[in-house]
């Protein structure tokens, strides 16, 4: 797991460690001491941790006028036993979402199990998002995280599954990832209204 590193190529446009409303502003990297780990793993300097000891971010891009993040995910993410989505919500959203933004993607490719307790706080933060035309979208997870995630009704609140697969978006610059997916997101909300 050491060598997963996070989305790179957008560093010339957005680095959150620079960014003074990031929940990660002002975080120094070291590239030679792997200190972080996932059980056993090692894992890559550059992920930031947020308060899971199992479930990693890196924040790719934040734009503050348009009002969305681009956020990827490594790790198990564990509702259940280390309740990763109230620190991911308390620590990294809620930040975020007082610097203005309220549409999140989530890049999920990397997210390798999910084990849920209850809805609650994904409730929570779609609650607060859609009130001002916000939306929460989980990129290309597994297709047996997807299940899972199904399993505790998370797609009642955020948008994730088949339509949700996007596997070209390392080629993309970050707008255009965000408006491919928002003009999915809205077709298929509007199919579902």
Known sequence: MHAIEPHFLWRELYIASED???PFYGRVYDEFVFSQRIYNYLIHPQWDAFGSPTLY??????DYEEGYAICEMLG???DCLQNDIMFLKREVIEPLQEAGIRRFVLLCEQVLSFHG???CYYQEWFEE???EGGWI???NLL???TDEMRQMNIHHFVQ????CQLLEWRTMKPQALYRQVRDGFLHTQRELG
């Open 117 to 119: 307790s209850d809805d």
């Open 57 to 62: 971010t890196k924040l790719l891009y934040a």
């Open 143 to 145: 297709p047996h995280v």
């Open 76 to 78: 198990e993410w564990n």
């Open 137 to 139: 979208v989980f990129l």
């Open 129 to 131: 998002v859609a009130e």
């Open 20 to 22: 003074a409303h990031s």
């Open 160 to 163: 994730l599954g088949e339509d």
